[in-house]
């Protein structure tokens, strides 16, 4: 039976073709120079492997307050503290900045309200507005992926109600700078927009600290941060928000009845990793992305990347699209994401490097002699 006409219309048209085509051509794939993968290539500390074995030998299975842990709650506190000494935001505990995302979209969305972003975006961006009814505001970021509080300022409408900022970004690994963030806070305050900050790669930034909205407006910063890709535990689900009551409380109201709570385990590991220094690691990421923009350097144009682990070349001009050119790719076994997964123009391509040096040099090589 087709079973299709139970699906809600705005379901339904979420598209996701262009995607599975890349990945249908990369189940052909054997033994590829995988440079798709957005989730680091570290495993878990050992400490913190230890506190989640530990959490469930002690029997730590049962749900943890809607909010999450008091002591984790108490620990993220303490960091947001150092961070930003007078802030004192309302926080909980989200399954993932995914969970984070979809519960503010919900909080905080009416029917037909808008949300800005800039273009490139993270996947889930142009979907989640929609799916919870409201409407998507996409606004091309300049020729370095900084947002130009400008074209933000000309995007506003009565119906705007937040923007969506990504720092360090996916899939640019762009750190904005902080002139931007100051002035798009700005333009918040004027218009009384809430700013959405999705940080979650906000401890893999290397030359800089990644400025956040929280330094210019806190009193209108819903902050988003993770410890999937800091601590390589993605598939833990372990994020946490932090922002004004108002908005807090009721993104807890729907994580009660959808969420329930984080996972009981892990988020006792995750205490362990808020005390986990991960300075090693951050440095041989940015040793990777020196490999990777020093490799990529002669053939190609980007915006060197100084956070998260991403860089967004544009595809060589000789391929019509960025579809075309990484389509090329995976015929010569390297697997890259089209940069209209990302944006409303199909003409670049991602690469993760978050993966082993070796595989990055070999990838590399056979990229730059497609582009040659
Ligand atoms: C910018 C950005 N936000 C949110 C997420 C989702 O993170 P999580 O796995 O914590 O839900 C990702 C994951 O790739 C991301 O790149």
Request: with cysteine.
């Amino acid at each position: 039976m087709n079973a299709s006409h139970f699906v809600a219309d705005k379901v339904a048209s979420v598209d996701t073709s262009g995607i599975r085509r890349i990945f249908d051509m990369a189940a052909t794939m054997t033994g590829p120079l995988d440079l798709s993968i957005g989730q680091p290539d570290f495993d878990v500390p050992e400490p913190v492997k230890q506190a989640a074995i530990e959490a469930i030998r002690d029997g730590h299975s049962g749900y943890t307050p809607t909010r999450g842990l008091p002591a984790l709650c108490e620990g993220i506190g303490a960091h947001l503290g150092a961070e930003f000494a007078t802030w004192d935001p309302e926080l909980m505990v989200t399954c993932g900045v995914s969970g984070g995302l979809l519960l503010s979209l919900m909080a905080c969305l009416n029917p037909g309200d808008e949300v800005i972003y800039g273009d490139p975006y993270f996947v889930s961006y142009k979907s989640l507005p929609h799916l919870v009814g409201g409407r998507s505001v996409i606004v091309p970021l300049d020729d370095g992926f900084q947002p130009d509080p400008e074209r933000f300022a000309a995007a506003i409408t009565p119906r705007t109600k937040l923007i969506l900022l990504n720092s360090p970004s996916n899939p640019t690994g762009v750190v904005h700078e902080a002139a931007r963030v100051q002035a798009i806070a700005e333009l918040a305050r004027k218009h009384d927009l809430l700013i959405v900050s999705d940080e979650i790669y906000n401890l893999l930034s290397y030359e800089t600290r990644s400025p956040s909205p929280v330094d210019f407006a806190p009193e209108r910063t819903l902050l988003l941060r993770g410890f999937g890709k800091s601590y390589g535990m993605t598939g833990w689900r372990m994020g946490y928000a932090a922002g004004p009551s108002a908005v807090i409380t009721s993104m807890m109201k729907i994580q009660q009845y959808t969420f329930v709570c984080a996972p009981h385990m892990a988020q006792r590991a995750a205490l362990t990793a808020l005390e986990t220094d991960m300075s090693a690691t951050v440095r041989a990421y940015g040793a990777k992305r020196d490999l990777v923009t020093e490799a990529l350097a002669d053939k190609f144009e980007f915006v060197k990347p100084q956070g998260g682990f991403y860089v967004f070349p544009k595809a060589p001009a000789k391929f019509e699209s960025g579809t075309a050119f990484v389509e090329e790719a995976i015929r010569n076994n390297v697997l890259i994401i089209p940069g209209g997964v990302f944006s409303e123009q199909d003409t670049h391509f991602r690469i993760s490097y978050a993966a082993d040096n070796e595989v990055l040099t070999k990838a590399c090589a056979v990229l730059c002699a497609l582009a040659d």
